[in-house]
C-alpha cells in the first residue's frame, strides 16, 4: 500500500504533528530543523533560509511504508539542484518522462515552472539529499558579464521573461562536489559567519553544476550531424523565434512545431545559426530596442519593459555587450545626430 498526499494534505498533518508535539522543532536566525512524525518514519529535515534568493534543505529520513506527493510547482518555480547521498526516489513529471528514478551518487539541476510532477519514496530504505534553490536575482548580482558563457537555459534563468523548463540529471556526483557536500552538512560556525560560510558552500555546488553542464553540451556539439532536412526545421525554428519575439514558444513546444528532439533544435540551432534559441531571442530583442531608442521617445526604463526585461540592469547589461555601449550612451548619440 502507498500512502499519497498533496501537497496540501502533506503540510496540514505534518502540522498537526507539530503542534501534538509529534513533530519536535528547533532552530536559529536562519535554519530550521524538524523531525520526522512518527507516523512517516524516522529521521530530520533542515531548512536553511541563506537569504530571499538562495535557500538549502537538507533530508535525512526513513520511512515506515511507501508513500507519495504530488505538487503543482508555479510559473515563479526556482532553479532546484539536488544532490543524492543516500537512498532514492522515483519521480513522474509531465513533459519530462513518464517516471524516472533519481538515485545515490547522482546530481541534477532541474526549473520545473507551472508543473505537476509526484514523487514517490520507498520504506526502510535511508534517503539523504542536500537541495539548494536559487532566484535568478541571485545570479544577476554575481555578474552578468559572463552569462553569455552559461548554458542556453541558464541564460534564459537569468535574464528571460519567462522561467526556462529542464530537468538535466548531470550524472556522478564529482569527489569535489562531495568534498563542498560535506563542509556544507557539517558546518562550523554559528550565526552570521555561518550564513556566510553556508552561502559560500551552496554557490560553490552550483558553479560546479554549471561547469558539468557545460563540459556536457560541448561534448555533445562536437559529435552532432545535421541532414540538410533538419538544418531546414532550424531555418524554421529560427522565424518562428523572429515572428514572435514578445511571446516565443518554450523549447519544447518549438521542438514540436519543426518536428526535431529538443536536444537535436538546441544542438542543432547553435550549429546553423551561430546561437543558441535563447541567445538569438535575445538578440533580436536588443535590436529591437537599439530601434525603439533611436526612433522613439521612450525612456531606457520603457524600452526595457518593452522588449522583454525585468530588471534595469540586466537591460542594460545585455545591450552594452552586444553593443559595445550603454543604452544611454546609444540614446544620447542619436539625440547629437538628429541635432
Request: net charge negative; proline share 4%.
Amino acid at each position: 500500500m502507498v500512502l499519497a498526499f498533496t501537497a496540501d494534505s502533506f503540510d496540514q498533518r505534518w502540522q498537526e504533528s507539530a503542534r501534538s508535539g509529534d513533530v519536535v522543532q528547533y532552530g536559529d536566525c536562519i535554519e530550521d530543523v524538524e523531525s520526522c512524525p512518527s507516523w512517516l518514519g524516522k529521521g530530520q529535515r533542515r531548512s536553511l533560509w541563506l537569504s530571499d534568493s538562495l535557500r538549502i534543505e537538507i533530508r535525512d529520513e526513513s520511512y515506515h511504508s511507501k508513500w507519495s506527493l504530488q505538487r503543482n510547482h508555479d510559473d515563479e518555480f526556482p532553479i532546484t539542484a539536488k544532490f543524492y547521498l543516500a537512498g532514492c526516489s522515483q519521480v513522474q513529471t509531465r513533459g519530462i518522462a513518464d517516471e524516472y528514478v533519481e538515485q545515490t551518487g547522482q546530481n541534477y539541476l532541474y526549473c520545473l515552472p507551472d508543473t505537476a510532477e509526484i514523487e514517490t519514496y520507498f520504506a526502510t530504505e535511508r534517503l539523504h539529499f542536500v537541495m539548494i534553490w536559487l532566484q535568478p536575482k541571485r545570479l544577476r548580482g554575481l555578474g552578468v558579464e559572463h552569462i553569455a558563457s552559461l548554458t542556453p537555459e541558464l541564460q534564459q534563468f537569468i535574464e528571460g521573461n519567462t522561467r526556462p523548463f529542464f530537468h538535466h540529471p548531470l550524472g556522478k556526483t564529482t569527489p569535489e562536489m562531495q568534498r563542498v557536500l560535506q563542509r556544507l552538512l557539517h558546518c562550523p560556525y554559528q550565526g552570521f559567519t555561518k550564513q556566510l560560510y553556508l552561502e559560500g558552500q551552496a554557490l560553490e555546488l552550483l558553479s560546479l553544476q554549471f561547469a558539468q553542464w557545460l563540459e556536457q553540451d560541448q561534448i555533445n556539439n562536437s559529435t552532432l550531424l545535421l541532414r540538410s532536412d533538419d538544418v531546414e526545421r532550424v531555418h524554421n525554428a529560427k522565424e518562428i523565434l523572429a515572428q514572435n519575439l514578445m511571446c516565443p514558444p518554450s523549447i519544447m513546444e518549438l521542438a514540436q512545431q519543426i518536428g526535431l528532439n529538443d536536444y537535436k533544435l538546441k544542438q542543432g540551432f547553435r550549429q546553423v545559426v551561430g546561437t543558441t534559441p535563447f541567445g538569438y531571442l535575445r538578440e533580436q530583442r536588443l535590436e529591437l530596442a537599439r530601434q525603439l531608442l533611436s526612433d522613439t521617445e521612450m525612456s531606457v526604463e520603457e524600452v526595457a519593459i518593452a522588449v522583454g526585461y525585468r530588471s534595469h540592469s540586466s537591460f542594460t547589461a545585455a545591450f552594452s555587450r552586444q553593443f559595445g555601449m550603454s543604452p544611454k550612451v546609444w540614446q544620447r548619440q542619436i539625440s547629437r545626430r538628429i541635432v
